[in-house]
C-alpha cells in the first residue's frame, strides 16, 4: 500500500512540474508592455524516423534574417517576425487583412534524446525543417527490478 501511495505522489509530483512549465512557455509568449505582443504561432510536425527525428514548421512570409532557433535542454524555441505585407513605392490601403503579422514564439519539447550540436535547419517556400540525429537514450527504458522476500 505505501508503495502505490509513494508511486502516486511521485505521478501527481511529475505532473504538476509538466504543468508548471507548460504555464511558464504561455507566459514567455506573451511580454507585457511590448506593443508588438505575439499576434500568431506558427504550426509544428514532429516526424520520428528511424535515424533522425525532423521538426517542420509553417513560417510563410518569414525570411531567414528575421528567424532565431535555439536548442535548449530538451525544447526547441524559434522566435523571430513576420513582416506585413508590402510593395515597393506604392502605399497600401487594406480593404480586408486576416493574415496575421508580428512577432512569434514557439517552444517545442522534442520529448526523445537528439544530438542537438549535429543539428541542420533549412527555410524553404515557408517550411522550417530542423533535423536532429536521434543518440540513444542513456537513462534506457523501464526496467524491472526484482524484489526478494527476507
Known amino acids: 500500500m505505501l508503495q502505490k501511495t509513494m508511486g502516486s505522489m511521485l505521478e501527481i509530483a511529475r505532473i504538476q512540474s509538466e504543468i508548471n512549465r507548460l504555464f511558464e512557455n ?19 510536425d514532429i516526424l520520428d524516423g528511424p535515424e533522425t527525428l525532423t521538426v517542420l514548421v509553417e513560417l510563410p512570409g518569414v525570411g531567414v534574417e528575421d528567424l532565431e532557433l535555439l536548442a535548449d535542454g530538451g525544447d526547441i524555441v524559434i522566435r523571430g517576425t513576420k ?8 502605399p497600401l490601403q487594406f480593404h480586408c487583412m486576416e493574415r496575421a503579422h508580428g512577432r512569434f514564439q514557439r517552444i517545442v519539447n522534442l520529448n526523445y534524446p537528439v544530438n542537438t550540436h549535429r543539428a541542420s535547419a533549412e527555410l524553404k517556400n515557408g517550411l522550417l525543417r530542423i533535423v ?19
Open 26 to 44: 504561455l507566459v514567455e509568449l506573451k511580454q507585457p508592455g511590448d506593443a508588438s505582443e505575439q499576434a500568431w504561432m506558427p504550426t509544428v
Open 83 to 90: 513582416k506585413p505585407f508590402s510593395q515597393a513605392g506604392e
Open 132 to 150: 536532429f540525429p536521434k543518440v540513444p537514450n542513456r537513462r534506457g527504458g523501464a526496467v524491472a527490478i526484482p524484489v526478494t522476500e527476507s
